[in-house]
């Protein structure tokens, strides 16, 4: 049986773990047996055959700083298995390890640190105040859905007036950056609708009241993500010219159209009101539960202790970062000419995306700590289930549902999402309920 290590440990911050190994003086003397023996069989000297040439001469050419760095590959990484393993240490990145002390016919000395999973002090979920906000449905609201689902079919109509909010216009434009035009963004004779969603609020503010053949500009902050590189992160200048006006006209909501509009599920406008008014009112109501879920999310986390170690975090970028590569790559674009455009180097593009990383990781952590502590780990009955629940949703997956269920990237996918599903619904019902209606 070989001779037993002796390991002591200490808590370093940032979730790290310090290991002092010291090993005995007969492991490494076996070790420098072992190294010697397998470097004099391949090795080639002058005047001995291959393999042939004894040991001490085969020491003496390769010089003691040689053969102890081959010691030092050989033992250490065998020590630190054994070390890691005695100590029920698993860690999540490769230990940073130190040999201060190894010579032959002496026990040896390696300092570790280790970075582990951190422990996370979870809050108490049923002392937390989470308000469910309380929305209602508002005869506006209704009116703007029941002119929402008529939009398809109003007549558009060329008019010769200013623009309005609502109409169509017809304009050409022109965006600079740096004081230079940017093509890609340039249009000719586009119909815009002049809607929320649909253009920049800054141009939503600037192009009613205006008239054909009037130029109307305006300057735009474009976030860093934004998809065109010598745009994104910088104020551009969009010049709007109005070439034409167009108005939507909607047809009348009548006993007809609604029975049309429900599929004829509807005979009435009243009946047709009502249905509307009640799925309104239903999606108030999940609207409100998932800001319940949102916010009891956020309490948890604001109400709980976690030290995220740094290769984590090292990783969650890495990630980010390799996700951001690809995603330019699909559009044509290479990462260090997109991190050029942005005025960054890499250095500083992942120290201001370091916070969020962050975050990110302190949100699932304590979320899956949640699940430990509630015992929330789905059956495969229960994933399968959902599975099937996911593809009756979506025609594409419905085709692979097979490849679904016994991929194991896919089947980790659904079982993710279904735990964290499970999560929220649980921290919902067992987060301390309302301080407030919020309207």
Known sequence: MPPSLSVTTEQLPKSQVGMTIDVPAETVDATYERVLNRLASRSKLEGFRPGRAPRALVEARLGPAVLREEVVETMVPEVLRQALEEKSINPIDNPD???????????ARLKATVSVMPEVTLGEAASLKVATPSVEVTDEMLERRLQAVREPMAEITPVDREARSGDVAVIDVEVEADGQVVPSESRQAMEAELKEGVLLPELLETIPGAKVGETRAVTVKFPDDYGEPRLAGKDGTIKITVQGIKEK??????????????DGKHETVEAY??????????????????????AAVKALVDASEVDIPDALVERELASHLDSLDRSLHRQGLRLDRYLEYL????????????????????????????????????TEEEIDRFIDEQA????????????????????????????????????????????????
């Open 392 to 439: 009756a949703k979506d025609e594409e997956l419905k085709g692979r549902l097979d490849e679904l269920k016994r991929g194991p990237n896919s089947r980790r996918f659904f079982v993710s999402r279904l735990r964290r599903l499970r999560v929220l619904e649980r921290l919902s019902e067992v987060a301390g309920h309302d301080v407030g209606a919020q309207t």
């Open 249 to 262: 006209v909607l047809p009348d909501l009548d006993d007809a159209l609604a029975k049309q509009l429900s």
């Open 343 to 378: 005025g960054k180097t890499p250095d500083q593009w992942i120290a201001d995306e370091r916070p969020e990383a962050e975050a990110r990781l302190k949100v699932d952590l304590v979320l899956d700590e949640f699940a430990k502590r509630e015992h929330i780990e789905p």
């Open 97 to 107: 390890v130190e040999v201060v002390e190894l010579e032959r016919g002496r026990p």
């Open 273 to 294: 009101r009502g249905a509307t008014r009640e799925q309104l009112e239903e999606s108030a109501k999940e609207l409100a539960q998932l800001a319940r879920e949102q």
